[in-house]
């Protein structure tokens, strides 16, 4: 069963408010743990299969729009997509119907967790080369057939720089000048390439789907977090000019973040502070398929945190 088009517009017949949320929660509770030899990283993902119904689209109902007619599924690239928060959107997405691009530096690394994935394909990607992404965009376009949703995804953390940043957070003054650059040519450089590559593509199309991953804004001036949470101040603002330059172009973009520290490889478990509490990856899951969805057309500049999502759901609906 496919997910909603890019661009078109929704079914004529009417969906009660609240029919997602509860599969958002029925998603949340189906939730699969994925092979714990993918990096020790224990991201998860929901197993339900997303229908129709589930989605607030009515079964059988034609679909409209330019990229779902004939039943198409939607085609998703992630960027960063063969661990932790990218791999449980990837699944999840996959799960849901989506045909789906990940991504990895390695390329091995991202056929062999691809093979784990119903239907995903494997690509080689490193965000901060501009002819790697010219690469990689071509070939998940052409694996594909298209690209109707790009989620930008990849990034380091402050373990690159500060192996011990949880509980010896260091001075702006201490970072290393190459350990600042990597992680800002990654985390902001990085979602500026690979949009840049993709949204000619989907203007051209008719429309897309942009989401960018984000962070709690705490992360953001929390002393100790350069050049981390530098990068993902730069990349939030990013995301914003891009949703003002796309306004009305049929090209959305929005950004998701988790709502809290999560357990992936950015985080060293062996080193933070006593009692501290993650979140899982697999929180990510309903919101980034309700984003590709039939009932997301139109969503455009909006930061929906991940563990805020069924309530933020509900508060669309009321104003609707």
């Known amino acids: 069963m496919s997910v909603g088009g890019a661009g078109g517009r929704r079914g004529s017949r009417a969906v009660p408010a609240g029919t997602l949320t509860l599969a958002a929660c029925r998603a949340e509770a189906t939730v699969a743990r994925i ?42 690239l992630v960027t960063g997509g063969a661990s932790g928060l990218g ?37 080689e990607l490193d965000v901060r080369d501009e002819s790697s992404v010219a690469r990689a965009v071509d070939e998940a376009w052409s694996r594909l057939g298209g690209i109707d949703m790009l989620v930008n995804n990849a990034g380091i953390g402050m373990r690159t720089v500060n192996p011990r940043f949880m509980t010896h957070p260091q001075g702006f003054w201490e970072v290393p000048v190459e350990g600042f650059r990597a992680v800002i040519e990654t985390n902001l450089t990085g979602y500026f390439l690979v949009a840049r590559e993709v949204v000619p593509r989907m203007l051209a199309a ?73 979140l899982e990856p697999a929180v990510m899951g309903p919101p980034i398929v309700w984003l590709a969805s039939d009932d997301a057309a139109g969503v455009h500049d909006e930061r929906i945190v991940a563990v805020e999502f069924e309530r933020w759901l509900l508060d669309r609906n009321g104003r609707r």
Do not use: C
Request: overall charge positive; proline content about 5%; hydrophobic content about 45%.
């Open 35 to 76: 092979s714990a030899a993918l990096d020790l990283e224990r991201a998860q993902t929901p197993s339900v299969i997303v229908t129709s119904e589930l989605l607030g689209t009515a079964a059988g109902e034609r679909r409209t729009d330019r990229s779902w007619e004939g039943g198409m599924p939607v085609k998703v």
């Open 206 to 278: 008719g429309g897309g789907r942009i989401v960018n991953v984000s962070v709690s804004q705490s992360t953001m001036h929390r002393a100790g977090f350069v050049p981390y949470g530098s990068s993902r101040a730069g990349s939030e603002a990013l995301s914003r000019i891009m949703a003002a330059d796309l306004r009305g172009t049929g090209v959305t973009v929005n950004l998701l973040l988790p709502g809290g520290a999560t357990v992936t490889g950015m985080l060293p478990l062996d080193a933070v502070p006593e009692g501290q509490r993650f």
């Open 87 to 123: 791999l449980a959107m990837a699944s999840a997405l996959a799960a849901a119907g989506a045909a789906v691009a990940l991504t990895s530096r390695s390329g091995r690394r991202a056929d062999s967790v691809a093979a784990g994935v119903p239907g995903a394909v494997g690509i």
